[in-house]
């Protein structure tokens, strides 16, 4: 099994900066692409960024210039580092692993898999 866990939300001035990070945890033996996505009170999830298992990035319009994306793939973590944040950038923040693939034993599971959310709030 797999397991995704954010970290890094907090309360920030409006121009402040957040690091998120996501960890992933089990016995895995890939992943491809990662994204983080947000859902603000009232809103839909949205997709915010993406990373690809080669690191070809791509940013909502929203926040380009403003965050990027970056992955470690040796600790199987993505990270989002948010500048010059805005009061609507307010949001439940997740990560996801649309398709991540792990071993128990000798077999091979492949799944897409959603962090808990981390809650950032850009407030003066």
């Known amino acids: 099994q797999v397991q995704l866990v954010e970290s890094g939300g907090g309360l920030v001035q409006p121009g402040g900066s957040l690091r998120l990070s996501c960890a992933a945890s089990g016995s895995i033996f890939s992943i491809n692409d990662m994204g983080w996505y947000r859902q603000g009170s009232g809103n839909e999830r949205e997709l915010v960024a993406l990373i690809s298992s080669r690191g070809v990035t791509k940013y909502a319009d929203s926040v380009k210039g403003r965050f990027t994306i970056s992955r470690d793939n040796a600790k199987n973590t993505v990270y989002l580092q948010m500048n010059s944040l805005k009061p609507e950038d307010t949001a439940v923040y997740y990560c996801?692993?649309?398709?991540?693939?792990?071993?128990?034993?000798?077999?091979?599971?492949?799944?897409?898999?959603w962090g808990q959310g981390t809650q950032v709030t850009v407030s003066s």
């Open positions: 996801n692993a649309p398709f991540v693939t792990w071993t128990s034993g000798s077999d091979y599971y492949t799944a897409d898999y």
